[in-house]
């Protein structure tokens, strides 16, 4: 199964795809979509269109993105969900189902700990996909998306396994 991780931002929209096998979990790529344009909708098509272009390259089989917190900045906080709409629209689009995962779940998957700074998160993206050279803070926490999913899905699929196995 191919995973993409979408860590939406309205400047900068983190993406990242691994492979996910029984042995084990392998990167393909990870990259950053910059917002271009001079007003807000001109920025949202342009990540749309660049979200696009990376979903048509990579062939995702699933997508997980990153679910939004509230800050005190209400219109910053809008602006960030409107970033988050174009996330699950492209996957969407495409076909994908789109699951979602809390910031603090994403880092108790990958860390270990719900309050993992942008440093541990990296290392640990680092640390579970030999190799990886990283495009950025955002493309980190896009990866770290991906594994929580391919991890949440991997034990989904045994869990299933085993119901299915009691019931024979």
Avoid at 116 to 129: E, G, I, N, S, Y
Avoid at 154 to 167: C, I, P
Wanted: proline share 3%; charged share 20%.
């Amino acid at each position: 199964m191919r995973v993409i991780g979408i860590d939406p931002g309205l400047r900068r929209t983190g993406w990242g795809v691994v492979d996910v096998a029984a042995g084990g979990i392998a990167h393909v790529a990870n990259g950053v979509c910059l917002s271009e344009g001079a007003d807000l909708a001109e920025r949202l098509c342009s990540l749309h269109v660049q979200l696009t272009a990376v979903l048509a390259r990579h062939r995702p089989e699933a997508a997980a993105v990153e679910q939004t917190f509230v800050n005190k900045d209400a219109a910053g906080t809008l602006k960030l969900g409107q970033a988050r709409a174009i996330a699950l629209l492209v996957p969407a689009q495409a076909g994908l189902r789109v699951a979602e995962y809390a910031p603090n779940a994403v880092k108790k998957t990958v860390v270990g700990v719900g309050h993992a700074d942008k440093a541990q998160v990296a290392h640990m993206v680092k640390l579970q996909l030999a190799g990886v050279e990283l495009a950025g803070p955002d493309a980190a926490d896009a990866l770290a998306i991906a594994l929580c999913h391919a991890h949440h899905a991997r034990f989904a699929g045994r869990m299933q396994a085993a119901l299915d196995g009691a019931r024979a």
